[in-house]
């Protein structure tokens, strides 16, 4: 065995995202590199967005862009610098037949399956950017799926259920630049490291706790919450609970997913479908949540079974470890809600 001098202070996580993928896919056999130049594509978003969120406080980026998006939301700056910056960044992979985002109206298509288009990806640039100015944690989350070259319009493409995906992650912009990803066996997580430029590997096989006394939602809407939720939360506080609320789902989904407990944003009075977008938020943090040993509920359905009935639709989540989600189910079925 040859002698190893400096062996002690090299570290063993040099696993880049792009080595990741690649290793990944070689285990298949046929594959033909397509959806790694989609991951290093993200990747590269990813690092592009990490730059101008933390240089955001030097820079004129801060604040309103003055325009509203689809939702008829109030978009940041950086909402919109973040999805220029993802369209540049994925649209020159060939394999990319569509692009769809939460802050446009109408999916972008770039190229027709006999072009090459195999996959679809549909991304939030930057979610919870209301909590950008204020150096918050934000994030950008994203799917992939497959393009059907045989379903003619691109709406009616990227309508499928979650349980389709292909792939999804995000990428947490906090104290740390973190990106997590599932290809549907298991969940990864990388680091950004700055002084290497590149996502490295740092957990392999993320599992959810099976339980923690936590829930994660914004409490002050809940009178407006059905029964069965104000209920699951009464207990939880006579039960020794704690609270952990950001308002970024990305984070807050994040903390849940390492910390175990559940988050969620519930229908309320004045928004029967809650807040959170099917598409851009909901499938891909529940098909993560899933792949690490979780569950993800939309009133009494699992989330990736619905499959949605336009673009920018809307539903109630409730994800996280199987202890607590379970826990949610038996009250709203206790306090009458309907399958
Ligand atoms: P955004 O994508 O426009 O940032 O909105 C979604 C965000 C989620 O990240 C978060 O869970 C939710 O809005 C917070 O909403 P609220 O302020 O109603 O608690
Ligand atoms: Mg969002």
Redesign the pocket.
Same mark, same amino acid.
């Given at each position: 065995m040859q002698d190893r001098p400096h062996a002690d202070v090299v570290r063993d996580n040099l696993t880049s995202i792009q080595a990741h993928i690649l290793q990944e896919e070689r285990r298949h056999p046929g594959a033909s590199g397509d959806f790694s130049m989609i991951i290093s594509a993200i990747s590269l978003a990813g690092k592009a967005i990490a730059a101008k969120v933390r240089r955001a406080n030097l820079e004129d980026v801060l604040g309103a862009f003055g325009t509203t %998006?689809v939702?008829g939301?109030g978009q940041q700056k950086l909402?919109v610098i973040a999805n220029e910056i993802i369209m540049k960044c994925l649209g020159d992979r060939v394999s990319v037949a569509l692009l769809a985002s939460?802050e446009d109206e109408e999916p972008t298509i770039l190229r027709r399956g006999g072009e090459g288009g195999k996959y679809c990806v549909l991304f939030?640039p930057?979610?919870?950017?209301?909590?950008i100015d204020c150096a918050m944690p934000?994030g950008t989350i994203f799917t992939v799926l497959r393009n059907d070259p045989t379903i003619k319009g691109s709406v009616e493409t990227v309508c499928q259920a979650g349980r389709d995906q292909v792939a999804a992650g995000y990428v947490l912009y906090g104290s740390a630049t973190i990106m997590v990803l599932t290809t549907g066996s298991g969940v990864d997580m990388f680091v950004l490291d700055h002084s290497v430029g590149s996502f490295l590997l740092v957990r392999r096989g993320v599992r959810i706790p099976k339980s923690a006394k936590t829930y994660s939602v %914004?409490e002050?809407?809940a009178l407006q919450f059905p029964a069965g939720y104000r209920r699951f939360l009464d207990e939880a506080k006579a039960s020794g609970y704690s609270s952990r609320?950001i308002?970024?789902?990305?984070?807050?989904v994040h903390r849940t997913l390492l910390a175990g407990g559940l988050?969620m944003?519930p229908p309320t009075t004045s928004k029967p479908d809650g807040?959170?977008?099917m598409l851009?938020?909901a499938n891909p943090l529940a098909f993560i949540i899933e792949q690490a040993g979780g569950m993800a509920y939309s009133g009494l359905k699992r989330t990736l079974d619905l499959k949605p009935a336009e673009l920018h639709q809307r539903i109630p989540v409730a994800m996280g470890s199987p202890e607590q989600v379970d826990g949610l189910l038996a009250s709203l079925r206790e306090h009458g809600e309907q399958a």
């Amino acid at each position: 065995m040859q002698d190893r001098p400096h062996a002690d202070v090299v570290r063993d996580n040099l696993t880049s995202i792009q080595a990741h993928i690649l290793q990944e896919e070689r285990r298949h056999p046929g594959a033909s590199g397509d959806f790694s130049m989609i991951i290093s594509a993200i990747s590269l978003a990813g690092k592009a967005i990490a730059a101008k969120v933390r240089r955001a406080n030097l820079e004129d980026v801060l604040g309103a862009f003055g325009t509203t %998006n689809v939702q008829g939301e109030g978009q940041q700056k950086l909402d919109v610098i973040a999805n220029e910056i993802i369209m540049k960044c994925l649209g020159d992979r060939v394999s990319v037949a569509l692009l769809a985002s939460e802050e446009d109206e109408e999916p972008t298509i770039l190229r027709r399956g006999g072009e090459g288009g195999k996959y679809c990806v549909l991304f939030d640039p930057l979610d919870g950017s209301s909590n950008i100015d204020c150096a918050m944690p934000v994030g950008t989350i994203f799917t992939v799926l497959r393009n059907d070259p045989t379903i003619k319009g691109s709406v009616e493409t990227v309508c499928q259920a979650g349980r389709d995906q292909v792939a999804a992650g995000y990428v947490l912009y906090g104290s740390a630049t973190i990106m997590v990803l599932t290809t549907g066996s298991g969940v990864d997580m990388f680091v950004l490291d700055h002084s290497v430029g590149s996502f490295l590997l740092v957990r392999r096989g993320v599992r959810i706790p099976k339980s923690a006394k936590t829930y994660s939602v %914004n409490e002050a809407n809940a009178l407006q919450f059905p029964a069965g939720y104000r209920r699951f939360l009464d207990e939880a506080k006579a039960s020794g609970y704690s609270s952990r609320y950001i308002g970024s789902m990305v984070a807050d989904v994040h903390r849940t997913l390492l910390a175990g407990g559940l988050f969620m944003y519930p229908p309320t009075t004045s928004k029967p479908d809650g807040k959170i977008r099917m598409l851009y938020e909901a499938n891909p943090l529940a098909f993560i949540i899933e792949q690490a040993g979780g569950m993800a509920y939309s009133g009494l359905k699992r989330t990736l079974d619905l499959k949605p009935a336009e673009l920018h639709q809307r539903i109630p989540v409730a994800m996280g470890s199987p202890e607590q989600v379970d826990g949610l189910l038996a009250s709203l079925r206790e306090h009458g809600e309907q399958a």
